[in-house]
């Protein structure tokens, strides 16, 4: 998009040869962005409580409480990549057992993305899902 912030650090490219490379630059150029959004945001390390861990109906269960919430959320393994809280494949694929740990955040620092990220540590900190 002309005049968009984005264009002056997109890569130029000027053959389809160097396409690959211009891919490159601008997949480090977002990660370089994902990294700073997470620093701005909150995280909180949650030590799974259920029995299940998140599998099948515990997972799902999560997921409709990350649902709830009116903040975007995202749920890792410690240096792992994060996923969507709300999205039940993405949780699944983590494969988080009892006694596990996880990393809870969200983009925001406000009021509203501190009672999220409180909403499922509760969840994750209960025995037995509700």
Do not use: K
């Not at 409580?49 to 997972?59: I, M, N, Q, S």
């Not at 996923?83 to 620092?109: F, H, K, N, Q, R």
């Amino acid at each position: 998009m002309p005049g968009h912030d984005d264009d002056a650090a997109a890569p130029q490219v000027s053959t389809v040869r160097e396409l690959p490379r211009a891919w490159d630059a601008r997949r480090r150029l977002d990660e370089n962005s994902c990294r700073l959004t997470s620093i701005r945001g909150m995280e909180r390390v949650v030590v799974v409580r259920l029995r299940e861990g998140l599998h099948a109906r515990p997972a799902a269960l999560f997921v409709r409480e990350a649902g709830r919430q009116h903040v975007p959320l995202s749920i890792a393994r410690p240096g792992g990549d994060a996923v969507a809280a709300g999205s039940i494949l993405g949780v699944l694929t983590l494969d988080v057992s009892a006694g596990d740990e996880v990393v809870l955040s969200t983009p925001g620092t406000g009021a509203e993305d501190q009672e999220a990220l409180d909403a499922l540590e509760r969840y994750l900190s209960q025995t037995a899902p509700a």
